[in-house]
């Protein structure tokens, strides 16, 4: 057994939410544990589990020590940390309930709320809802870094966006035209009159991210009945857009650029 439980107050002070204080509960019950055990005793999906215990390591709250060929986790001296820590620097985001805030501003923000995506694991899912707005402001941007984690992650796109996105892929050049295509993405369009809004919305997990390109503005929520709310609300959209396949429309552009 660990020599420490957190008390209530000390929950309060590390400003864990209850899924993050279930993991914290579990790493109490053994001196060390994997991942995986990680996931069953606390009953938080693994991706979710990995994701969680690098925030704890960076915020000093665990440790990550090397046992054979694998990794195992560890309660770090909580007492110490307590004792030499600004408590007010211990927690880094606002819990109300279940309910974790983030707001980033600024291209370099705004591309680490984009990582969190890469919480996800092979064939797991993010669904997709892109303003028109949004995807003319991300042409100017340098996502090819972020693509090609997400492409090798093989992390699967559910996307709703506007007509209007076959013409920006147009104006698209070189390696962010190139980087777009190969993706593990399935497409519905819908009429731009729906589309003419400038939020690019991303849900996964039990999470909600919603990033404002143009004023470089993100917010990003993590709490299962919102995210589940507003992924219902993607499949109805996505209900009523026309599916195409964009792997195939980019293949033809960079094919017509080719041959001009």
Do not use: C
Not at 43 to 60: A, K, M
Not at 150 to 164: P, S
Not at 229 to 249: E, P, T, V
Request: charged fraction near 30%; glycine fraction near 6%; charge should be positive.
């Amino acid at each position: 057994m660990q020599s420490m439980e957190l008390t209530e107050k000390q929950i309060t002070i590390l400003g864990l939410s209850t899924r993050e204080e279930r993991i914290m509960r579990a790493l109490e019950k053994a001196p060390r544990l994997t991942t995986s055990s990680v996931a069953r005793s606390s009953r938080v999906p693994r991706t979710t589990v990995q994701y969680i215990l690098g925030q704890f390591r960076t915020r000093g709250i665990v440790r990550r020590i090397h046992v054979g060929g694998h990794q195992e986790w560890k309660i770090a001296d909580l007492q110490k940390l307590f004792r030499h820590t600004d408590k007010s620097r211990l927690s880094t985001s606002k819990h109300s309930a279940d309910i974790e805030i983030t707001t980033y501003k600024g291209r370099h923000q705004i591309m680490q709320a984009y990582e969190k995506t890469l919480e996800l694991g092979r064939a797991e899912r993010a669904y997709v809802i892109q303003g028109n707005g949004a995807a003319r402001a991300s042409i100017n941007w340098e996502f090819v870094e972020f693509i090609r984690k997400f492409k090798k992650a093989h992390i699967i796109v559910e996307a709703v966006g506007g007509e209007e996105v076959l013409e920006l892929l147009r104006v698209l050049e070189g390696k962010k035209l190139r980087a777009r295509h190969g993706r593990m993405i399935i497409a519905h369009l819908l009429p731009d009159t729906h589309m003419d809004f400038d939020i690019d919305a991303v849900f996964f997990h039990d999470a909600a991210l919603f990033v404002n390109i143009k004023e470089k503005e993100a917010v990003f929520i993590r709490n299962e009945p919102i995210a589940n709310m507003f992924r219902n609300i993607f499949f109805l959209l996505q209900s009523q857009g026309k599916k195409i396949d964009l792997n195939a429309y980019i293949q033809s552009i960079i094919a017509d650029k080719s041959a001009n």
